[in-house]
């Protein structure tokens, strides 16, 4: 029987909100908090936004100390969509992989849900894009998050891992070219940017500049990185990931790229949708650098 869940009230001033914390019998398993983070980032007009980004956090208690996980998520195409996205958690997902270890940090970013603000994302119109613009912006809140993850006493310092969907991907993908505080590795699932899957499927905003995004995010990006991407991707399609891989690893990327299996009527959703596609090779990417299984 799945146990109940209760709240707890927590007291750090400026950053925690609440917690909830689920019971099995006499011990902890998993605890959900939520912290405010204040977060400074600059956007494609040149403006200087500062918000109190709201991350979630999911982790076993019965663990003195974790690596850490940060779990970026998508973008929606709409406004609307993305003021109503509200306290992002994966909790799925998130359950996963504090299993294997990790306590992970999941941020819902400037401009979307519960964090709310301006668009600080937006990389402009669909014909004159500046994806590093908006991109730069995810990537200086995972930094943030970043250093965030590794002053709390139930992280053990130098050992992370980004992680993103989508436009968290391609933003994972990012950082993974710049020096983010203690992260070791990075996992892209169907990351790009741009895309509208009902009006011009497969066909993303000026997809020549993604793709010299992803080759010059290869000049400097240093960890290993898994890419994860279903044929039927309505986004992107089978061909374009492909290509952005194979030019992220002609300028010197270290990646590995897995097609997963179509999914439903659209594999851009195999995150969500479709764990046991993806579970055995995340897996063994964590254990080839380093993220060993927690002891029982």
Not at 70 to 85: F, K, S, V, W, Y
Not at 109 to 119: A, F, K, M, P, S
Not at 144 to 156: D, E, G, L, N
Not at 212 to 230: C, H
Request: glycine residues 10%; aromatic residues 10%.
């Amino acid at each position: 029987m799945r146990p109940k869940p209760f709240l707890e009230i927590c007291f750090v001033p400026a950053l925690c909100l609440f917690s909830l914390l689920f019971l099995t019998h006499a011990r902890a398993a998993i605890i959900e908090e939520v912290v405010k983070l204040p977060v400074t980032v600059h956007t494609l007009s040149g403006q200087t936004v500062t918000r109190d980004v709201v991350v979630t956090i999911l982790r076993d208690d019965t663990r003195a100390k974790s690596p850490f996980l940060i779990l970026n998520h998508g973008r929606p195409g709409q406004e609307t969509e993305r003021r109503a996205m509200g306290r992002l958690a994966y909790r799925k997902q998130s359950e996963w992989f504090v299993a294997q270890g990790f306590a992970v940090f999941v941020p819902t970013r400037i401009g979307y849900g519960v964090t709310g603000g301006e668009d600080a994302e937006s990389t402009g119109s669909c014909f004159m894009k500046n994806y590093p613009a908006g991109i730069e912006v995810a990537v200086e809140q995972i930094k943030s998050v970043a250093r965030y993850a590794q002053t709390t006493p139930f992280i053990t310092p130098g050992r992370g891992i980004i992680i993103g969907q989508s436009v968290g991907g391609i933003s994972t993908i990012a950082a993974s070219a710049r020096a983010v505080p203690g992260v070791r590795a990075a996992i892209n699932f169907a990351g790009g940017h741009g895309s509208d899957p009902i009006r011009t499927p497969e066909n993303p905003c000026r997809a020549d500049l993604l793709t010299d995004a992803f080759a010059n995010y290869g000049r400097t990006s240093k960890i290993p990185t898994l890419w994860l991407y279903s044929p039927n991707d309505r986004h992107w399609g089978p061909d374009l990931p492909k290509t952005w891989f194979a030019r992220f690893k002609a300028n010197g990327g270290n990646g590995q790229f897995i097609s997963l299996p179509p999914f439903d009527d659209d594999g851009h959703r195999s995150f969500i949708g479709n764990s046991k596609a993806w579970t055995t090779p995340v897996l063994q990417f964590l254990r080839q650098n380093g993220f060993t299984a927690p002891e029982q």
